[in-house]
């Protein structure tokens, strides 16, 4: 395949070359992978490349737990996927403080209104909404208060539903109340209140996304997902906790496909199926909404990941630019939504478990990982880095399913968005970096 560059990218691409040769011929279109029998080590087999046992030898390498990854020994011409720094995003207290820190409103608007009770500013502010909330309190409301959290537990465990919320309060002996110092290093955040339910049951969405590169310039694509739908019916006021959570940890069977419940799990298509035909369609929701609903909602998703890359971006950036390694990730978002389809997100994952047990996510990751594997092959092989450096180019790339969100500094246009004043004044006009697939993938 021949390229062709501008001056400025053959100075990149020759600064890359000289700062990090190609991996050594022996090595190349070698692949690692820990564990070893893994969905994406199956689609690396299936397009000709070798597996290894030394992940010294590999130009690719995958691991499930990114704690296994031994940094310090990867060579700058191998590709990992994970980014040293992505418990930023998926540890919830880390989350909030970058948000905060960056005062990245645009990406705070996606969140439930939140405390971080280890910061005494937040506890005063937590203390002052609770007593107003009282004042105000309508005697007649059954829904659920607050959901307090253990920030760095996952899979539904550390989460308690609070119903009364002065519960978590005392007062000291000059009358002061304050939050119980056994709080002190969780986060609350008030619970959504008219959730969308599905058929009586509480859901959320599991959405993929994925960092595809880093060097030279960050590539950001989205997937889809699966409606994660908890087995208990909702009951705002006498239903159990499990009604409240949607983790498979949490349900009936858990992880085993022998045990666990298809209805546990659904495909996007149920989602869309459910606000097309909702009674709130043409009474409650504004024209720009009940015209396309699913348009909305496809927008308002791919909107709230871009804010997110676009406010842990310079966290991220900066960290992988201490470790030689290239890199690439797969990751998660989770979101529920209200009867008003407004979006809320109650965690990002790093490494979002990749479960078979039911036909709906079995189906998302059977079709994911090949295109995630043939995407890392193409961007992060010896000849991906001319790929990567080459110039922009009209014919589409082979992504799959995939889907561009972010190129560089630019945001892509997205077909769901055109009637989106919001995401319009997000987006930037879009340039075309991500580089056309090749008419022979013999090197794949």
């Given amino acids: 395949k021949s390229y062709s560059f501008s001056s400025q990218e053959e100075i990149l691409l020759e600064e890359s070359l000289r700062l990090c040769p190609a991996a050594p011929l022996a090595y190349r279109r070698r692949f690692y992978s820990r564990p070893k029998n893994t969905a994406f080590s199956t689609a690396m087999l299936r397009d000709g490349w070798q597996q290894t046992s030394k992940f010294k030898e590999a130009e690719i390498l995958w691991y499930q737990q990114k704690n296994k990854i031994q940094w310090n020994e990867l060579h ?3 590709a990992v996927n994970h980014l040293a720094s992505e418990n930023k995003m998926s540890h919830k207290g880390h989350l909030i403080d970058e948000l905060r820190k960056t005062n990245a409103t645009h990406a705070l608007k996606f969140l439930p209104e939140t405390y971080a009770l280890w910061r005494a500013e937040d506890r005063t502010a937590f203390v002052k909404t609770v007593i107003a909330d009282q004042t105000n309190r309508n005697m007649n409301s059954t829904h659920p208060g607050w959901v307090l959290k253990e920030p760095a537990v996952d899979g539904g465990k550390g989460v308690q539903v609070i119903e009364d919320p002065t519960t978590l309060l005392v007062q000291k002996n000059n009358n002061e109340t304050s939050v119980l110092a056994k709080h002190h290093k969780k986060l609350i955040q008030r619970y959504v209140k008219n959730l969308l339910l599905l058929d009586g049951h509480k859901f959320d969405l599991r959405v993929y996304w994925s960092i595809a590169a880093i060097e030279p310039e960050p590539l950001i694509l989205y997937y889809g997902g699966t409606l994660r739908v908890s087995l208990d019916a909702f009951d705002a006021k006498n239903g ?3 009604q409240h959570l949607t983790n498979a940890a949490q349900q009936t069977g858990g992880h085993d496909r022998n045990k666990s419940s298809e209805l546990s799990r659904q495909p996007m298509s149920v989602l869309w199926n459910l606000v097309e035909n909702s009674p709130r369609r043409y009474t409650n929701w504004p024209n720009h909404i009940a015209q396309n609903p699913r348009a909305h909602l496809e927008c308002q998703i791919r909107q709230a990941i871009i804010s997110m890359w676009q406010a842990f971006a310079p966290t991220l950036l900066q960290a992988h630019s201490t470790h030689h390694a290239d890199v690439f990730a797969l990751l998660g978002c989770d979101i529920m939504l209200d009867h008003d389809l407004n979006l809320f997100i109650s965690e990002l994952q790093s490494g979002p ?21 043939r995407i890392a092959r193409i961007m992060h092989s010896s000849q991906g880095r001319l790929h990567r450096y080459a110039s922009p180019v009209t014919r589409n790339p082979p992504l799959g399913g995939f889907q561009v969100l972010v190129n560089g500094s630019q945001v892509a246009p997205q077909p769901w968005c055109h009637s989106s004043s919001s995401f319009s004044a997000l987006a930037a006009t879009a340039r075309s970096r991500f580089l056309s697939s090749l008419s022979s993938p013999s090197w794949w």
């Fill in 76 to 78: 700058c011409w191998q």
């Fill in 240 to 242: 159990s906790r499990g």
């Fill in 353 to 373: 478990g990749l479960p078979s047990n039911t036909i709906a996510v079995r189906k998302i990751i059977q079709s994911m990982l090949p295109d995630l594997a």
